[in-house]
């Protein structure tokens, strides 16, 4: 298994581009990242944020670590996107997504990936409104995929969310979003959140990570790894006790034939936790980790 690092562990602690892939190489071991717009705004002029994006792509690269994709974090997720109920919201969303494509290979990555979006309370509840968004929705994700390749975008990651409010919330949802993307100019992949995909309020029996994987698995290009209760989407690190065991990851993903496949520990923890708790927290949580997986 590839066992790698999302970067939102760091955000409003760790923010030196050296000082940053010194501790993911040095103290934590890891040699596969999955970067975060948390810590570079894709809005943000470019002649800066590219400058800036240039910084931790040398740093990581002296490392010799590896920045596989450049992912949206806790900041674009709260906005609607591409799921918008204003035409212009939607239209800005196009805007940003091919500002963060530009990010992406500035800081030497192939591959972006975000969520798509919420909708708004009326209509999420209105089907005939869901189904124009989610064909809208569709032709915008194609429109970045057409800018993706004049870029060398190579791969566009969307991850599955668990909000029935968002596109897409469930495996047979999943599926379909990637088979209507089929046509696109680049390839459309999957992220898949364990605990997203074990969030038993919304998916009830679904709530299955071998249902996911084995509905899902040609079309899964990340994972994210995070220890829950199933009741909420907690991101917790794997020091705190919940329904999640390394052997039950490793095998779910070897059963799937995944193994090859990117798996991000992805921990959000409180702003007020203490620096030194945190980077402690997340050091255990990729050992037990391993351990689990080498077991």
């Known amino acids: 298994m590839i066992l790698g690092l999302n970067l939102s562990f760091a955000v409003k602690r760790w923010l030196e581009p050296d000082v940053l892939a010194s501790m993911v190489s040095d103290r934590f071991g890891v040699k596969n990242v999955q970067f975060t717009f948390d810590l570079l705004d894709p809005w943000w002029p470019e002649f800066i944020r590219d400058g800036l994006a240039k910084r931790y792509k040398e740093a990581f690269a002296e490392k010799g670590v590896s920045i596989d994709s450049v992912f949206g974090g806790l900041a674009s997720y709260t906005y609607p996107q591409f799921l918008s109920p204003f035409a212009e919201g939607r239209e800005a969303a196009l805007i940003f997504f091919k500002r963060a494509v530009d990010m992406t290979l500035a800081l030497g990555s192939k591959v972006m990936g975000t969520p798509v979006g919420g909708m708004s309370n009326r209509d999420a509840n209105d089907p005939v409104r869901r189904s124009e968004l989610y064909a809208e929705m ?31 919330h469930s495996p047979q949802a999943s599926v379909k979003l990637m088979e209507d993307l089929k046509d696109a100019d680049i390839e459309f992949k999957l992220l898949i959140d364990w605990g997203h995909a074990l969030y038993k309020p919304l998916l009830g029996p679904e709530a299955d990570i071998d249902l996911w994987f ?3 698995g040609p079309y899964v290009g990340s994972i994210h ?50 620096d030194d708790e945190v980077g402690e927290r997340i050091k255990k949580s990729l050992d037990i980790l391993r351990q689990g997986f080498d077991a």
């Open 138 to 168: 569709l032709g915008l994700l194609k429109q970045l995929a057409s800018y993706g390749k004049e870029k060398s975008l190579e791969q566009i990651h969307i991850e599955a969310t668990p909000l029935v409010t968002e596109f897409p």
């Open 214 to 216: 084995s509905k899902c």
């Open 225 to 274: 790894l995070q220890q829950t209760d199933g009741l909420l989407d907690r991101h917790w690190d794997f020091t705190v006790e919940g329904i999640l065991t390394p052997k039950m990851i490793k095998d779910a993903t070897e059963k799937a034939s995944l193994g090859d496949v990117g798996s991000y520990l992805e921990v959000v923890p409180a702003f007020e936790s203490p």
